[in-house]
């Protein structure tokens, strides 16, 4: 199968601590760690880990950082074709402190990311793929939102149309909140969490926000919700598919766990699964993906899914 996704890409730099700090208050972390990472970057490696043909198109600067940012989507085979370069932009880096118990606060720079040029978007690119998958930090601001809605606009008007899946990003959301509606409600598959749902549609329930989707022409959600696995909604349709926990392994950093899960849910998907046997595999691999630190530090790989749901094999 072919992928075309467009999303960030960045370096991490990772603090586990056991307390974020107070302001002014220096801590030391237990755990400090460079990694590469960004919502595009992870999917895009995920996917072809999973043996799937993957374009990405992404932003980076004209400086050191770049080539680091890039380094797991090269070697994981990911094609670069529609990697831009900025020469006034520094490529995007991540600050993220988070403690044992799931605290979480980041410092985060969208930079070079959004300067991707939507005058070097190809068509044909698009319209060749099996399915478009979008990161919704894509959708924010600059031309890298203009690139993205051509895209999906290609993929949806296309002589056979192209799957959008759209996933939502907790900094997106809290930026652009309601904002967003109108554009996730152009896929054909939209992923988000909990607090990304409900600050998306401004309701207090996860069945009121997914009603108001609904009649707003949503076709298919899912909702990440944590340890309780995920919540898979259709007009016709709402189940809750349990969590996949790793056998023997810990939790160590959920960073980039959302990404591994929609880039293996649409690889479920595509590969004929059905919506609740595709969310179970991307339970499954989103638990597995935070047993290492960094977003993409721990392959995904078919014989693990095929442990989670015997029928998702590798396309």
Known sequence: MKFYVIGDVTVDHLYHLNKLPRPGEEVTP????????????????????????VTLAACVGDDPFADYALSRVRESGVSEAAIQRSATHLTSTITLMQTADGQRT????????????PAKLKKKDVEACDALIV????????????????????????KKPV??????????????GTGLRD??????????????????TSTRSISAALKQLGEAGAQRVVVKVGKMGSIIWTPTETELVDAVPPPGAVVVDSTGAGDTFTATFAHAVLSGASMAESARAANA??????????????????????VAVPKVKKK
């Open 163 to 176: 799957p959008v899946f759209i996933d939502l990003g907790t900094g997106a959301v809290n930026k652009v």
């Open 285 to 306: 691999a989103g638990a597995l993906a935070a047993t290492g630190f960094g977003a993409q530090e721990h392959p995904i790989t078919a014989a693990d899914l095929a």
């Open 135 to 158: 990161n919704a930090y894509g959708l924010i601001e600059g031309p890298q939102r203009e690139f993205t809605l051509q895209a999906i606009e290609y993929a949806r008007s296309a």
């Open 106 to 117: 980041m410092i985060s720079d969208g930079a070079a990311n959004r300067q991707l040029d």
């Open 30 to 53: 237990q755990r400090a760690s460079m990694k590469p990472g960004g919502a595009g970057g992870t999917i895009a490696v995920t996917l072809a880990r999973l043996g799937h043909t």
């Open 183 to 200: 554009e996730a409600l152009r896929s054909d598959y939209l992923t988000l969490n909990q607090h990304e749902l409900q600050a998306l």
